[in-house]
């Protein structure tokens, strides 16, 4: 690699510099390459190591790097596509679905989840647990709230405890006509349990996609589904094939 000296630009040097890596990142690295050290990067842009550290803090609340423990500093993978306001048609579950079950809870619902689903505080939800992963790193998790009306023949002998109990509760789910989703979502920050799961902090910024599933004029089950915001992108329509990367001149599709 040559050396690259920066020159005098209004913007804040570190700003700069953030574009200039974000370059080298396109053109030099690949996904999960390791990073030179600080000293070797400061060298070759000729900055002060307190510059280098503001760009690549930047870089990182932006997902284009990992900071991970006994590893270093390493290019972050692609984003996942996070499916808002498209005409998908299917359970949670379904063929394609690429969460993974990892728990389940039958127990009487919280307050606001109660008035989600439109069902009383006695009545038994089903609490599935499901993760997501990306390139071997977290990137979602989610808690899927399912009626004990909404799967009225799911059997305990079917379904004893843990990961079994998650996947038939979605099968029974999926035996219903599925009438609509309706999808919101906001910026949050991690709570202690999400930031556990996702492997962050508590407090890192979040995506929290609140999804209805509609089936016999009601609410069937209600997601509640986080992702780390350095790893999603939200994508409108079918096929969310649209990428922007870092400039705007580099679009594909």
């Not at 999960?32 to 000729?46: T, V």
């Not at 503001?54 to 270093?72: M, P």
């Not at 509760?169 to 949050?188: F, K, M, P, T």
Request: proline share 7%; aromatic share 4%; charged share 25%.
């Amino acid at each position: 690699m040559g050396t690259t000296q920066l020159e005098s630009v209004p913007e804040p040097k570190y700003w700069h510099l953030k574009t200039v890596l974000s370059e080298a990142l396109d053109s030099e690295f690949s996904v999960g390459e390791i990073l030179p050290n600080e000293r070797d990067l400061a060298a070759r842009f000729g900055v002060a190591r307190a510059t280098l550290r503001q760009a690549l803090e930047q870089l990182e609340l932006e997902g284009r790097l990992q900071r991970r423990r006994g590893v270093g500093t390493t290019v972050a993978p692609p984003r996942v596509g996070v499916a808002v306001g498209t005409e998908q048609h299917a359970w949670p579950g379904a063929s394609g679905d690429v969460w993974q079950a990892v728990d389940c809870t039958p127990a009487a619902p919280p307050a606001a989840v109660a008035a989600a689903l439109e069902t009383g505080l006695e009545e038994t939800v089903y609490t599935v647990r499901r993760s997501r992963v990306s390139h071997g790193q977290p990137v979602a998790a989610e808690l899927l709230y399912v009626p004990e009306s909404s799967v009225p023949d799911l059997s305990a002998i079917d379904a004893p405890s843990g990961p079994a109990r998650a996947r038939a509760v979605l099968r029974e789910l999926q035996r219903l006509e599925l009438e609509g989703r309706e999808s919101a979502v906001e910026l949050g920050s991690a709570r202690a349990d999400d930031a556990r799961e996702l492997d962050r902090l508590p407090g890192a910024p979040v995506l929290v996609v609140t999804t209805r599933f509609l089936a016999d004029g009601r609410t069937a089950a209600l997601s509640v589904a986080t992702y780390r915001a350095d790893t999603c992108r939200l994508t409108f329509g079918d096929s969310g094939g649209v990428e922007i990367h870092q400039g705007p001149e580099r679009q594909a599709s």
